[in-house]
């Protein structure tokens, strides 16, 4: 069980076009779910907390008119880098903890996306 | 500020012998910290969590350590097999929600 799925996998566009990612918990609920990115060779960094029915909390130095993300149901956030550039090439990754659980509890994680713009 | 530092350098050993990898942080008082593997192009897979009572814990070929006064966390695997290839991951839960920080990872190589 515990298992989140990401998609794409994989997306090359253009440059001004905007990406939606999708990240699903397929097997459990997840009220709170996270975004994180990864550059070559560099540990996962934070972007955001999305929280099925409210906002998203955004880390310090992420735009959140850059970085739309819904949350709209238990099992679903979703990512959209809008007018993506060059700069936003990047690993974005997603995971999800489990409701109901203490908070010393693993986070499972999708497979992530291969964000690349041309 | 907040740090979790770990041996950035690759660790490449021969398999059969044990790995041992080392994951030191500043500026935090966790109450457990996690160890994830990471393969190239996917996702990390948790593979361990040790609250700061444990001094140890096993799973299978597993073992973690966890010392709150040198603020430091061993990982071992023994009998290391070439399929343990791969690079792990310390995590802490950051700030007071349940987003987690992570270490660069170690790069584990097991050569047959």
């Known amino acids: 069980g515990a298992v989140v799925s990401q998609h794409p996998s994989w997306v090359i566009c253009k440059s001004g076009t905007s990406v939606k990612i999708e990240c699903r918990s397929l097997?459990?609920?997840?009220?709170?779910m996270f975004w994180y990115r990864q550059f070559p060779k560099q540990s996962l960094m934070l972007m955001a907390t999305s929280n099925e029915g409210s906002k998203a909390t955004y880390e310090q130095g992420v735009e959140k008119d850059k970085f739309l993300i819904n949350h709209a149901s238990l099992t679903l956030s979703t990512l959209t880098v809008t007018s993506a550039h060059p700069e936003d090439s990047s690993f974005y990754i997603c995971?999800?903890?489990?409701?109901?659980?203490?908070?010393?509890?693993?986070?499972?994680f999708g497979d992530g996306t291969r964000l690349s713009i041309l | 500020s907040q740090k979790i530092e770990q041996n950035s350098e690759a660790l490449n050993i021969q398999e059969g012998k044990t790995a041992t990898l080392t994951c030191n942080y500043t500026?935090?008082?966790?109450?457990?910290l996690q160890w994830y593997r990471q393969d190239p192009g996917r996702g990390p897979v948790f593979l361990l969590l040790?609250?700061?009572?444990?001094k140890e814990k096993r799973k299978e070929r597993l073992k973690v350590t966890f010392d709150t006064t040198l603020k430091q966390s061993l990982f071992h695997i023994t009998a290391s097999q070439p399929a343990d290839s791969a690079t792990y991951l310390c995590a802490l839960v950051q700030g007071s929600g349940y987003a987690l920080n992570f270490g660069k990872g170690t790069s584990l190589l097991v050569t047959p």
């Open positions: 500026n935090y008082s966790p109450a457990y």
């Open positions: 097997d459990f609920q997840a009220t709170t």
């Open positions: 040790i609250r700061e009572n444990e």
């Open positions: 995971s999800a903890r489990k409701d109901g659980l203490f908070s010393n509890q693993p986070q499972h």
